[in-house]
């Protein structure tokens, strides 16, 4: 398998508007709202590049190391923040910039960055300062890393005939009532989207 299929563009975000609430410093809107718009542009020039070149060509292996790079410095500024102050959430710093700190944890390629922040993003969650599916996403991340099955059936792959297929889930039956305690959407409608045509 070509190992986790992860397309955050656009999941939570629109356009990042700097009309925050006044309870974060301008200087750390700022910061996440740099990570964030770097972190777009790069993603987009690499799917614009793997577009023209495929998956496995040396320009998008290139890539991919320029994008990891990119994340374990975001991930740095990110560490120093939630030691810092605590994950910056939506009290802190609003909507949208309360996803980028969560945007840069889960798009790293290290396991044990999951594992050290799932915790962290639950805690968020549970008080309200980011939405329960980042608690989804990365759970299954976490799950499925561990050679567990997904719980609420977020994770996509793309197998070796480049077709993408949903990692394999627990309990089919209460996959969607799961999915909107979460406040995800439907799985049939997530993987639509996602152009994923089966599942078993």
């Known amino acids: 398998m070509k190992g986790i299929f992860i397309l955050f563009l656009t999941v939570f975000f629109g356009s990042v508007v700097l009309a925050q609430p006044k309870t974060a410093p301008n200087n750390l809107r ?6 964030y718009n770097e972190d777009q542009q790069q993603r987009q020039e690499y ?16 890539f991919r190391a320029k994008l990891k790079a990119m994340n374990d410095r975001h991930l740095q500024e990110v560490d120093q ?19 980028v700190a969560f945007m ?16 962290v ?5 549970n008080k309200g300062e ?3 599916a980042s608690v989804a996403i990365l759970t299954d991340l976490v799950r499925i ?16 005939q480049g077709q993408k297929e949903l990692y394999p889930i627990e309990d089919q039956a209460g996959i969607d009532q799961r ?13 639509r989207r996602m152009g994923v045509k089966s599942y078993e």
């Open 121 to 125: 993003v639950t805690e968020a969650a």
């Open 81 to 99: 923040i939630i030691s810092r102050q605590g994950y910056p959430g939506r009290s802190a710093v609003g909507q949208p910039l309360d996803q």
């Open 179 to 191: 999915r909107k305690q979460m406040d995800l959407e439907p799985l049939d409608a997530y993987l």
């Open 47 to 62: 799917a614009k590049l793997e577009q023209q070149y495929g998956w496995g060509s040396r320009e998008a292996q290139a």
């Open 145 to 160: 890393q561990n050679g567990e099955k997904q719980v609420y059936g977020t994770q996509v792959r793309v197998n070796n």
């Open 130 to 132: 980011l939405d329960k």
């Open 104 to 119: 840069v944890i889960q798009q790293s390629t290290d396991k044990a960055v999951h594992q050290k922040y799932l915790p």
């Open 30 to 35: 700022a910061q996440l709202t740099k990570i």
